[in-house]
């Protein structure tokens, strides 16, 4: 029942900004981890950053300097703020959450989810 939506992809100049969006959603939950990760066509999927319910984030060495993440615990919403994107940046970035869900009766379970994913494009 936990559903995780990205937004705020889109077409972006070398050297420009851009600002990525998760928010999660569900009955009852608690959100663990969060990360953002991205896959260029005919390349593998590869971690962007990382962030604990504690402690400090975690970025793949190509984006470290340039990409910030962080969260809103009270809106459930993990962001990517992307700086000085160049055009090998250009891939489908995608959500993931480590989330603990509840069920009636006291039942609970840690499960991992992801979005659907956002394109962005980094062109001239």
């Known amino acids: 029942q936990v559903q995780l939506v990205e937004s705020g992809g889109g077409l972006v100049q070398p050297g420009g900004s851009l600002r990525l969006s998760c928010a999660v959603s569900?009955?009852?939950?608690?959100?663990?981890?969060m990360g953002w990760y991205r896959q260029a066509p005919g390349k593998q999927r590869e971690l962007v950053a990382r962030?604990?319910?504690?402690?400090?984030?975690d970025y793949a060495a190509a984006v470290k300097g340039r990409f910030t993440i962080s969260r809103d615990n009270g809106k459930s919403t993990v962001y990517l703020q992307m700086n000085s994107l160049k055009p090998e940046d250009t891939a489908v970035y995608s959500c993931n959450a480590d989330v603990t869900s509840y069920s009636a009766g006291g039942g609970r379970r840690s499960s991992n989810y992801w979005g659907q994913g956002t394109q962005v494009t980094v062109s001239s």
């Open positions: 962030i604990p319910s504690g402690g400090t984030p």
């Open positions: 569900g009955s009852v939950f608690t959100i663990n981890a």
